[in-house]
């Protein structure tokens, strides 16, 4: 993944170059997509940097013994190493963005995308004065079931294209109707929680 085109600068202008995250329904690919993928160049980023650091660690590590080894063990000893290694990298990357999702979510910052809460203007409301103002994002997980971004920054459905009706009540209700599924690929709280839960097998 993190030599392809998908973490490209190319690809992020090429497939979003315009898009107005504001004129679709959150879970629209349209909509998260741009962000997504560029958190997942971001990623790349980090992963590499990680490894890297990783090697420059390893490559400085001293192996010193009183006595001469037999090769067996010899051999042992450096795939220990070896394998300390390949397991360190990974835990202190799953680490570091533990720690971000949790300062993120502890402190309830907001992403720009509008992905944790809904923003609703209306003009036409008592003694004609426009107001504003937002509701947390639910997301439905069934049948009359729901996950709230204010609680769980987990939260993910099904990213795709989506038909997007907005009623003219007092209180806003958006139907979102699902046309084309992008498989293996969801949107949810924040482009990072939600791309960790997504394969990308439908790239």
């Not at 220990?80 to 990298?89: H, K």
């Not at 979510?105 to 937002?134: H, K, R």
């Not at 947390?136 to 049948?143: F, Y």
């Not at 806003?172 to 046309?179: G, K, N, Q």
């Amino acid at each position: 993944v993190c030599t392809s085109d998908f973490v490209t600068d190319r690809w992020i202008r090429t497939l979003f170059f315009g898009a107005q995250a504001g004129g679709f329904y959150q879970s629209d690919i349209r909509a998260m997509g741009s962000a997504q993928f560029q958190t997942l160049a971001g990623l790349c980023r980090l992963a590499q940097r990680r490894f890297q650091d990783g090697l420059n660690s390893l490559y400085t590590t001293q192996f010193i013994s009183a006595k001469v080894l037999y090769e067996d063990l010899f051999r042992s000893t450096i795939e220990a190493i070896m394998l300390e290694f390949q397991l360190a990298v990974p835990s202190v990357l799953q680490a570091q963005l533990h720690l971000i999702n949790e300062i993120t979510f502890g402190n309830q910052l907001t992403p720009a995308m509008e992905s944790t809460f809904d923003l609703y203007y209306y003009d036409q409301l008592v003694d004609d004065n426009p107001t504003l103002y937002t509701t947390q994002r639910a997301i439905s997980t069934g049948e009359y079931s729901y996950c709230f971004c204010m609680d769980n920054y987990g939260c993910t459905e099904q990213s795709g294209i989506y038909s997007l009706n907005i009623s003219d009540s007092f209180s806003p209700e958006f139907d979102a109707e699902l046309l084309l599924n992008v498989t293996g690929f969801l949107s949810g709280c924040t482009p990072v929680t939600s791309l960790l839960q997504s394969t990308l097998q439908c790239f």
